[in-house]
């Protein structure tokens, strides 16, 4: 399922607010409840709501990620603005990481032009989408290949990532909660790239505006841990002060 922009509208009241009633959804988006309700269905059946008596909320889990094809789905149009906000200023010329993550792929994406960049990554998608540019290298982190989205965790991946130390290090992540911590749901993930991020000069965050008080398990990094934040909406109380504090650098990839 690709979200018509009513349904992405929809989807960031929903993320912004935590739950909210059909009714209220009606109002803000000016549509008919019949509308709303069609809506919240073919979300909910795609697993990127949770239907409740009466409204929504954003899916609780906090041990499982939704699927990889949901995600690619969910606010595609604002990690594609991250990722072009991202390579604008990736230099050529250097080393870096990317890890696992639907907006790691958009950043892929949007190196294709950049020449001379030696890229390590645990994202096998990432590797396919930058083996096309002939004017970078890509060395694939060895490990075991998660099946449900090419992602390689284990062991053997921290052990690999360990012999390097690269300019920039490009992660993602599955939530950030209101203490500072970036979270994820798998432990070997996490492991991986909490190594990524004591190998690299700079770490940069990309994370849409949905990754914004949105609970997982494993801590993976504080915020004082990144340099710069790319996302595509400014982000919600208290992340603000939040990132000031951690001096932080925020770059805000506005439509």
């Not at 009513?6 to 959804?25: K, W």
């Not at 991250?82 to 050529?92: H, T």
């Amino acid at each position: 399922m690709h979200p018509n922009p009513r349904q992405l509208t929809l989807l960031s009241v929903v993320q912004a607010q935590g739950s909210v009633t059909v009714e209220q959804l009606a109002e803000t988006l000016g549509v008919t409840l019949q509308t709303v309700r069609r809506d919240v269905q073919r979300l909910a059946d795609e697993g990127m709501l949770a239907r409740f008596h009466g409204g929504v909320r954003v899916p609780s889990s906090t041990t499982e990620n939704i699927a990889h094809q949901q995600r690619e789905s969910l606010n595609a149009e604002g990690k594609s603005r991250i990722a072009r906000a991202v390579a604008a200023v990736v230099p050529n010329d250097c080393s870096l990481i990317l890890n696992i993550g639907t907006t790691t792929e958009a950043i892929a994406r949007a190196l294709l032009h950049h020449t001379g960049l030696r890229v390590i990554t645990n994202n096998l998608n990432v590797a396919s989408i930058l083996s096309t540019n002939p004017k970078c290298e890509v060395i694939v982190v060895g490990g075991v290949v998660r099946g449900r989205d090419q992602g390689i965790v284990g062991e053997a991946a921290v052990d690999f990532i360990r012999q390097f130390k690269v300019d920039l290090a490009l992660i993602g992540i599955s939530g950030i909660e209101a203490d500072g911590t970036l979270r994820d749901y798998d432990y070997r993930e996490v492991k991986v790239a909490q190594t990524i991020i004591s190998h690299a000069r700079e770490v940069w965050l990309a994370a849409d505006i949905s990754k914004f008080n949105r609970p997982a398990m494993v801590e993976v990094a504080t915020l004082s841990q990144i340099d710069r934040l790319f996302t595509d909406a400014p982000p919600p109380e208290p992340f603000a002060a939040l990132l000031a504090e951690a001096q932080v650098r925020l770059a805000v990839a506005i439509p």
